[in-house]
C-alpha cells in the first residue's frame, strides 16, 4: 500500500495547468477564435504535463538505479527488480498526467458529472487490473501498479470523452493556432493545489506532536469529514465554468450560488454533528468515542469550506487566482501560528478550530469581499455604458 500510494505525493504533478484548461474551454463555445485559443491552451498544457510526466519518471529511475527505494520508504526490496516495482507503480500515473486535461475539458465544457463519474471507475480499473495481476500470479510487490494503473484508465477515457464532446480530433496539428501561456493562471493554482494539503498535514502535525488527547479520536473524525468535503468540493466545481463562461451575467449567479452553499454547509454541519458518533461507534467497533468539541470542530469546518466554495469558484481569472494563492499562504501561517498557541492548552478540537479560523479570515471573508467588489464594478460599469 506503501508504495501504491507514492503517486498520491506529488498531488500538484499537474503544475496548475488545469486551470489554464477550464477557464479556455468554459469560453470557448462564443467564438471560432476563443475556440482557437482553447485547443492551443489544451496543446500547450499537454505539453507541460508531458514534461513534468517525464521528470517524474527520470526521478524514479535515478533512485531505483541507485538502489535507494529500500532506504526511502524503509520497506525491504531485494536488489534487482524490485528495486524497479515503485518505479513502475509511478509510470501509469505519469502516464496518465498529459492526458489529465481531459477531465479539466470535461468541467470547463460543464459537464462535471460526466467527469465525476469517471474518477469513479478509477477504482474499479484498479480492481480490474490487481486482480488479473494475482492470476499471473507475479510479486506481490508489483500489485502496487493497480491505483496508478487505474488513474490512466479513466485519464485516457476522460480524455477520449472530452476531446469528443468538443469534436476536437485526439491528435490535432497546431498549425495556425495561436500563441498561449499558461502562467498566469498555472502559477498561483501550483501554489493553491500545495497549500490545501498542507494545511491538512499541518492539522495532523500539531495534532500528533502537541495534542494531549487521544490521537484516535482526531483521526476517526477526520475520515468521516473528508468524504462529506469531497462531495462539497466537488460538486461546487460545476460553478466554475458558469462563472467563467460570462462574469458580467454571474452576478445572480454567484448570490443564488452563495445561498444555496451556504445552506449545504449548514445540514453538513448538523448532518455531521448528529451521525458522525453513530458513524464513529460502527467504524470502530464502539472502541473510540469522539468527543462533542471535536465533532462541532469538523462539522464547523465543513461550514466554513461549503460557504467558501463560490467565491473560490468565481475568482478563477488570473489577477483573482494570484490573489486566491496570496490568502491561500496567509491562511496556512494563520493555521501554524494559532495551533502552535491553543493545541498545548485546549488539545486536539483547537487544531481544527485554528483551521476554522484561518480558512474563514483569510479565504472566506477576502473571497466574499472581492466577489462582491468584481460585482459592484460591473454594476457601475453597466450603468455608465447606459447614460
Known amino acids: 500500500m506503501l508504495i501504491a500510494s507514492l503517486f498520491m505525493l506529488v498531488p500538484f504533478a499537474d503544475l496548475g495547468v488545469g486551470a489554464s484548461v477550464v477557464n479556455a474551454v468554459a469560453v470557448s463555445s462564443r467564438s471560432d477564435a476563443e475556440m482557437r485559443v482553447?485547443?492551443?491552451?489544451?496543446?500547450?498544457?499537454?505539453?507541460?504535463?508531458?514534461?513534468?510526466?517525464?521528470?517524474?519518471?527520470?526521478?524514479?529511475?535515478?533512485?531505483?538505479?541507485?538502489?535507494?527505494?529500500?532506504?526511502?520508504?524503509?520497506?525491504?526490496l531485494t536488489p534487482g527488480f524490485q528495486q524497479w516495482i515503485p518505479t513502475l507503480a509511478i509510470l501509469p500515473f505519469a502516464l496518465a498526467l498529459p492526458l489529465s486535461v481531459g477531465n479539466r475539458i470535461l468541467i470547463g465544457a460543464g459537464a462535471n458529472h460526466t467527469a465525476t463519474v469517471i474518477g469513479v471507475l478509477g477504482p474499479v480499473g484498479s480492481l480490474a487490473v490487481t486482480a488479473i495481476l494475482i492470476q499471473a500470479d507475479v510479486d506481490p510487490l508489483v500489485y502496487s501498479v493497480g491505483p496508478s494503473t487505474g488513474v490512466l484508465i479513466s485519464s485516457a477515457l476522460a480524455y477520449f470523452l472530452g476531446t469528443k464532446r468538443l469534436n476536437w480530433p485526439l491528435w490535432e496539428r497546431g498549425f495556425g493556432l495561436p500563441r498561449v501561456t499558461l502562467r498566469g493562471a498555472a502559477v498561483p493554482m501550483f501554489i493553491i493545489s500545495i497549500a490545501v494539503p498542507l494545511g491538512v498535514q499541518l492539522q495532523r502535525y500539531f495534532v500528533s506532536n502537541l495534542a494531549s488527547s487521544?490521537?484516535?479520536?482526531?483521526?476517526?473524525?477526520?475520515?468521516?469529514?473528508?468524504?462529506?468535503?469531497?462531495?462539497?468540493?466537488?460538486?461546487?466545481?460545476?460553478?466554475?465554468?458558469?462563472?467563467?463562461?460570462?462574469?458580467?451575467?454571474?452576478?445572480?449567479?454567484?448570490?443564488?450560488?452563495?445561498?444555496?452553499?451556504?445552506?449545504?454547509?449548514?445540514?453538513?454541519?448538523?448532518?455531521?454533528?448528529?451521525?458522525?458518533?453513530?458513524?464513529?461507534?460502527?467504524?470502530?467497533?464502539?472502541?473510540?468515542?469522539?468527543?462533542?468539541?471535536?465533532?462541532?470542530?469538523?462539522?464547523?469546518?465543513?461550514?466554513?469550506?461549503?460557504?467558501?466554495?463560490?467565491?473560490?469558484?468565481?475568482?478563477?481569472?488570473?489577477?483573482?487566482?494570484?490573489?486566491?494563492?496570496?490568502?491561500?499562504?496567509?491562511?496556512?501561517?494563520?493555521?501554524?501560528?494559532?495551533?502552535?498557541?491553543?493545541?498545548?492548552?485546549?488539545?486536539?478540537?483547537?487544531?481544527?478550530?485554528?483551521?476554522?479560523?484561518?480558512?474563514?479570515?483569510?479565504?472566506?471573508?477576502?473571497?466574499?469581499?472581492?466577489?462582491?467588489?468584481?460585482?459592484?464594478?460591473?454594476?457601475?460599469?453597466?450603468?455608465?455604458?447606459?447614460?
Open 38 to 76: 482553447a485547443r492551443a491552451v489544451v496543446r500547450k498544457a499537454m505539453k507541460v504535463l508531458s514534461l513534468s510526466a517525464l521528470s517524474l519518471l527520470a526521478v524514479g529511475g535515478a533512485v531505483s538505479l541507485g538502489g535507494l527505494w529500500s532506504r526511502l520508504l524503509n520497506v525491504p
Open 214 to 387: 487521544d490521537l484516535a479520536q482526531y483521526a476517526l473524525a477526520a475520515q468521516l469529514y473528508f468524504p462529506c468535503y469531497s462531495v462539497i468540493s466537488n460538486g461546487s466545481i460545476s460553478l466554475w465554468p458558469i462563472f467563467a463562461s460570462d462574469r458580467r451575467a454571474a452576478a445572480e449567479a454567484w448570490t443564488k450560488a452563495f445561498g444555496l452553499m451556504a445552506s449545504i454547509g449548514i445540514l453538513a454541519f448538523a448532518g455531521y454533528v448528529l451521525f458522525a458518533p453513530l458513524l464513529a461507534n460502527v467504524v470502530s467497533g464502539g472502541k473510540i468515542h469522539v468527543g462533542t468539541g471535536l465533532l462541532v470542530a469538523f462539522g464547523a469546518l465543513l461550514l466554513v469550506m461549503a460557504a467558501h466554495q463560490p467565491a473560490g469558484m468565481f475568482l478563477t481569472w488570473d489577477a483573482a487566482l494570484r490573489i486566491q494563492a496570496l490568502c491561500s499562504v496567509f491562511a496556512l501561517a494563520l493555521i501554524a501560528c494559532i495551533s502552535l498557541v491553543t493545541v498545548p492548552v485546549f488539545g486536539t478540537p483547537s487544531a481544527v478550530w485554528a483551521t476554522v479560523i484561518g480558512v474563514g479570515l483569510a479565504q472566506l471573508v477576502p473571497g466574499i469581499a472581492l466577489v462582491l467588489r468584481h460585482i459592484r464594478k460591473d454594476a457601475r460599469r453597466e450603468i455608465s455604458h447606459s447614460l
